[in-house]
């Protein structure tokens, strides 16, 4: 082997040995990193007031929130002190939902949690109001469910329970676990 044979083999020993690292390192992605991306909101907003529309364009749900933090990569969005306002296709009356904390899921179902007040804003309905402090809602049905002590209240009444299920369109309301009816007539 002559000088040119040797130079040109060690020149290209260096270069192998200089790149070899390089292309066994493993390109995927960090585990660890995209976990912490994740946990990092998208977007965040301050006093969020949105309104959504249907295809149709009649208003279906107001939103309005102290804050408002968007998890694109975990499907899902937490509101800070949300009050939703629920409008039905056959009542004039929306009903409003308050919260501490609420967390709306990209197939439209939101967990409301901490001292979560439904309250209907028809004069004529029969259920007034409903408390508890954990509630999933359905904002495409207009489901209501929860499996915690629920005090559901009217003109002349009280009912408390443990769980239950309800439809606010059709005004249906199933008791998961009656525990006590208070009926106080007004005069």
């Given at each position: 082997m002559n000088r040119l044979g040797i130079s040109i083999a060690l020149i290209f020993t260096a270069v192998l040995g200089l790149y070899i690292p390089i292309w066994l390192e493993d390109d995927s992605p960090d585990p660890q990193t995209n976990m912490e991306e994740a946990l990092v909101p998208n977007y965040e907003v301050s006093y969020l007031s949105s309104k959504l529309f249907d295809e149709n364009g009649m208003l279906t749900h107001q939103v309005e929130a102290e804050k408002m933090e968007h998890y694109d990569q975990l499907g899902?969005?937490?509101?800070?002190?949300?009050?939703?306002?629920?409008?039905?296709?056959?009542?004039?009356?929306?009903?409003?939902?308050?919260a501490k904390q609420g967390t709306l899921y990209d197939d439209n179902r939101i967990q409301?949690?901490?001292?979560?007040?439904?309250?209907?804003?028809?004069?004529?309905?029969?259920?007034?109001?409903?408390?508890?402090?954990?509630?999933?809602?359905?904002?495409?049905?207009?489901?209501?469910?929860?499996?915690?002590?629920?005090?559901?209240?009217?003109?002349?009444?009280?009912?408390?329970?443990?769980?239950?299920?309800?439809?606010?369109?059709?005004?249906?309301?199933?008791?998961?676990?009656?525990?006590?009816?208070?009926?106080?007539?007004?005069?």
């Amino acid at each position: 082997m002559n000088r040119l044979g040797i130079s040109i083999a060690l020149i290209f020993t260096a270069v192998l040995g200089l790149y070899i690292p390089i292309w066994l390192e493993d390109d995927s992605p960090d585990p660890q990193t995209n976990m912490e991306e994740a946990l990092v909101p998208n977007y965040e907003v301050s006093y969020l007031s949105s309104k959504l529309f249907d295809e149709n364009g009649m208003l279906t749900h107001q939103v309005e929130a102290e804050k408002m933090e968007h998890y694109d990569q975990l499907g899902f969005v937490i509101f800070q002190q949300p009050t939703y306002t629920i409008y039905l296709e056959n009542a004039s009356q929306p009903w409003k939902v308050t919260a501490k904390q609420g967390t709306l899921y990209d197939d439209n179902r939101i967990q409301l949690e901490d001292n979560v007040l439904i309250t209907s804003l028809a004069q004529q309905d029969f259920v007034k109001q409903i408390e508890t402090q954990y509630m999933e809602i359905n904002l495409n049905d207009r489901t209501l469910v929860s499996d915690q002590p629920v005090q559901i209240s009217g003109i002349d009444y009280v009912i408390n329970s443990i769980g239950f299920k309800a439809n606010l369109e059709t005004q249906i309301y199933e008791l998961s676990n009656h525990v006590q009816t208070e009926y106080r007539p007004s005069r």
